[in-house]
């Protein structure tokens, strides 16, 4: 068995592992973490919840931390703000021991959150942490240092991408010294993402980890569903669920609103998460969830890649994501690091073929549920068909659930 101490790690990065609970490097850790201490680029692509984070950190920590000279060492580039923030946290922890510092840079905020980016980006840390947009508009001004730089991190590489990130990344990367080691983390690996690395890596070293497939703890279900059914189905879940943290996904802001609204009128403490809010907003509703005041979060895609929730027992897709991928990353917000978690996918009626896709690249069969008793009948499940509009076929889009109306006696009466 590999330990972090095999890896040859700085003294003072083994007591930050330790005081976390780290015991052993996970299998993407144990992979990339020699080669990125031996100086190579490296792509690494592992689904989420794999330890990605500090597959790059404790490396990049380990070169500052025998490095004489204070600067620069490492820009990490994230897609979104709250992965920045959640990267700072890792960071915090990883070098609690050691004397690297960092500064997140990430927006939003007012004009005050700015100037304290700049003076912090002026005065330099070992490592920054960045979306692009907002370090962009940094570097523009001319007082980032990144001369010296040693390391540029990119995190859910794939996601960056999706989020149209790509000039801006080339942008950025022109502020840097040609020099440099580059790291590329990814959930999945689209062509996109070669196309990149060929662009900016030399000679990247490649790790890949079984990709795309929920991780093992993971118990998946899914209901076959009329739209009109999936409000009270879910209030029929969540009702019964025990769990102190439960995360219901869904495609649309509107969706997600309504949602919120419509489970705290039933009397499920729910908050919801989406673009519409600002970032203070946002992080109290996060930190409100992490800390266990809100039981249930409904949430857009925003939080389905990256973003590290301990111990949610509950994933609950009310729709079906319309990238095969966002499943296995909505998917992979429960049972991190070896926990076990539940997964159920709500797959209403135009939603069947991309389901079939969905099993197709996870391989493997996702057991339907009957509908709880009293909730009328599923369609029949066909994702082979045109527009998976179940027994009708397609075009019917008036039809009705047969026998939908409200339980007023319990389930079987
Ligand atoms: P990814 O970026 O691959 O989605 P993270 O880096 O966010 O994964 O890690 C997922 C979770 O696993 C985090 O809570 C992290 O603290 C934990 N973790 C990572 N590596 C280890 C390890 N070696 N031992 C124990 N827990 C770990
Ligand atoms: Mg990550």
Same mark, same amino acid.
């Given at each position: 068995?590999?330990?972090?101490?095999?890896?040859?790690?700085?003294? #003072?990065?083994?007591?930050?592992?330790? #005081?976390?609970g780290?015991?052993k490097?996970?299998?993407?850790?144990?992979?990339?973490?020699?080669?990125?201490?031996?100086?190579?680029?490296?792509?690494?692509?592992?689904?989420?919840?794999?330890?990605?984070?500090?597959?790059?950190?404790?490396?990049?920590?380990?070169?500052?931390?025998?490095?004489?000279?204070? @600067?620069?060492?490492?820009?990490?580039i994230?897609? $979104?703000?709250?992965?920045?923030?959640?990267?700072?946290?890792?960071f915090?922890?990883f #070098?609690?021991?050691?004397s690297?510092?960092?500064?997140?840079?990430?927006?939003?905020?007012?004009?005050?959150?700015?100037?304290?980016?700049?003076?912090?980006?002026?005065e330099?840390?070992?490592?920054?942490?960045? $979306?692009?947009?907002?370090?962009?508009? @940094?570097?523009?001004?001319?007082?980032?240092?990144?001369?010296?730089?040693?390391f540029?991190?990119?995190?859910?590489?794939?996601?960056?991408?999706?989020?149209?990130?790509y000039?801006? *990344?080339?942008?950025?990367?022109?502020?840097?010294?040609?020099?440099?080691?580059?790291?590329?983390?990814?959930? $999945?690996?689209?062509?996109?993402?070669?196309?990149?690395?060929r662009?900016?890596?030399h000679?990247?070293?490649?790790?890949?980890?079984?990709?795309?497939?929920?991780?093992a703890?993971?118990?998946?279900?899914?209901?076959?569903?009329?739209?009109?059914?999936k409000? +009270?189905?879910?209030?029929?879940?969540?009702?019964?669920?025990?769990?102190?943290?439960?995360?219901?996904?869904a495609?649309?802001?509107? $969706?997600?609103?309504?949602?919120?609204?419509?489970?705290?009128?039933?009397?499920?403490?729910?908050?919801? *998460?989406?673009?519409?809010?600002?970032?203070?907003?946002?992080?109290?509703?996060?930190? #409100?969830?992490?800390?266990?005041?809100?039981?249930?979060?409904?949430?857009?895609?925003?939080?389905?890649?990256?973003?590290?929730?301990?111990?949610?027992?509950l994933?609950?897709?009310?729709?079906?994501?319309?990238?095969?991928?966002?499943?296995?990353?909505?998917v992979?917000?429960?049972?991190?690091? +070896?926990?076990?978690?539940?997964?159920?996918t709500?797959?209403?009626q135009?939603d069947?073929?991309?389901?079939?896709?969905?099993?197709?690249?996870?391989?493997?069969?996702?057991?339907?549920?009957?509908?709880?008793?009293?909730?009328?009948?599923?369609?029949?499940?066909?994702?082979?068909?045109r527009?998976?509009?179940?027994n009708?076929?397609?075009?019917?889009?008036?039809?009705?659930?047969?026998?939908?109306k409200?339980?007023?006696?319990?389930?079987?009466?």
């Amino acid at each position: 068995m590999t330990t972090f101490a095999d890896l040859g790690l700085y003294d #003072s990065l083994l007591d930050g592992l330790d #005081s976390m609970g780290f015991e052993k490097p996970t299998p993407i850790q144990e992979q990339v973490m020699p080669h990125i201490l031996a100086g190579k680029d490296i792509i690494a692509c592992a689904q989420t919840g794999t330890g990605k984070t500090a597959a790059y950190l404790l490396p990049v920590l380990d070169k500052i931390s025998r490095q004489e000279k204070e @600067h620069t060492a490492a820009l990490i580039i994230s897609p $979104t703000r709250e992965l920045a923030l959640q990267i700072d946290h890792a960071f915090q922890g990883f #070098s609690y021991f050691t004397s690297a510092s960092s500064i997140a840079v990430y927006g939003g905020g007012d004009g005050h959150t700015f100037d304290r980016e700049k003076k912090a980006l002026t005065e330099g840390a070992s490592v920054v942490i960045a $979306t692009p947009g907002r370090l962009i508009s @940094h570097l523009n001004l001319g007082y980032v240092k990144f001369d010296q730089l040693d390391f540029l991190v990119l995190d859910e590489a794939d996601k960056m991408l999706d989020m149209g990130f790509y000039d801006d *990344i080339l942008k950025i990367i022109r502020f840097l010294p040609s020099k440099r080691q580059n790291l590329l983390f990814s959930a $999945t690996m689209p062509p996109k993402i070669r196309d990149l690395a060929r662009k900016i890596m030399h000679d990247p070293f490649e790790v890949n980890i079984a990709i795309s497939k929920p991780a093992a703890g993971v118990t998946q279900t899914a209901y076959v569903v009329y739209d009109a059914q999936k409000p +009270e189905l879910l209030k029929h879940i969540l009702m019964k669920r025990t769990d102190p943290s439960m995360l219901v996904f869904a495609s649309t802001k509107q $969706t997600v609103k309504d949602l919120e609204k419509e489970l705290r009128r039933k009397g499920l403490p729910a908050r919801a *998460i989406h673009s519409d809010l600002t970032q203070e907003e946002r992080e109290s509703v996060l930190l #409100s969830f992490r800390t266990r005041q809100t039981r249930i979060l409904v949430a857009t895609d925003i939080l389905s890649r990256g973003i590290d929730i301990d111990n949610i027992g509950l994933v609950l897709n009310y729709d079906v994501p319309g990238d095969a991928e966002d499943y296995v990353h909505r998917v992979g917000r429960t049972a991190r690091a +070896e926990s076990t978690g539940e997964a159920i996918t709500f797959i209403g009626q135009k939603d069947q073929r991309r389901f079939g896709v969905i099993e197709e690249l996870i391989e493997r069969v996702i057991p339907k549920e009957p509908l709880p008793e009293g909730m009328g009948q599923s369609p029949m499940y066909n994702p082979a068909a045109r527009s998976g509009g179940g027994n009708g076929g397609g075009g019917n889009k008036k039809r009705r659930p047969p026998f939908r109306k409200k339980r007023k006696s319990p389930a079987n009466g």
